[in-house]
């Protein structure tokens, strides 16, 4: 079965800094998709930025960027000079084709000002 | 942008009841996904549906949820005699295919007392 874990339950962050979010994936598969999703309070699942499994270029989303290393089952998001805006639960997921996606626990962002 | 339409945005319902969560995919959009989400835990999976049918579904979702899209457009989750643990957030998400990233709805707040 395919795991997603988040390490991280809770970061932090100074406005206007960078923050890097946490997530480990197990599986055996070779093709898959991963992804970020953000969850404000109004608890509404917003998709941040996605990545194909095939693809060796870390997908970008303006202030938003993952590292992914495929041999380490390793998926992060890095957020660039953050924003109040940025304050939310942030979740890890993980899909392959014909099975469903996959959360992980989430990691609850707060921003200072 | 096209959004995934989920009514009522709050319900509350007896223990025992049975209550009926509606969603309106993007319309062009072939899958659709119901997730629920227990106060402070990780989102889970329900069920997937795929031409008329379950493509799949977790061991959450048992006999007493059925899921049914009775025109083109709305895609409904029905809970049965419905129990004090089936309070949750209930999220309806579609997609175009299986690979892409998914729209979530803002999710239906049940309930039970």
Known sequence: AQTVTQSQPEMSVQEAETVTLSCTYDTSESDYYLFWYKQPPSRQMILVIRQEAYKQQNATENRFSVNFQK????????ISDSQLGDAAMYFCAYLVRSDDMRFGA????TVKP | EPEVTQTPSHQVTQMGQEVILRCVPISNHLYF??????????VEFLVSFYNNEISEKSEIF???FSVERPDGSNFTLKIRSTKLEDSAMYFCAS??????????GSGTRLTVV
Not at chain 1, 71 to 78: G, T, V
């Open chain 1, 71 to 78: 041999a380490a089952k390793s998926f992060s998001l890095k």
């Open chain 1, 106 to 109: 989430g990691t609850r962002l």
């Open chain 2, 33 to 42: 996904y119901w997730y629920r989400q227990i106060l402070g835990q990780k």
């Open chain 2, 62 to 64: 048992d006999d007493q």
């Open chain 2, 95 to 104: 997609s175009v295919w299986e690979g892409d990233g998914y729209t979530f």
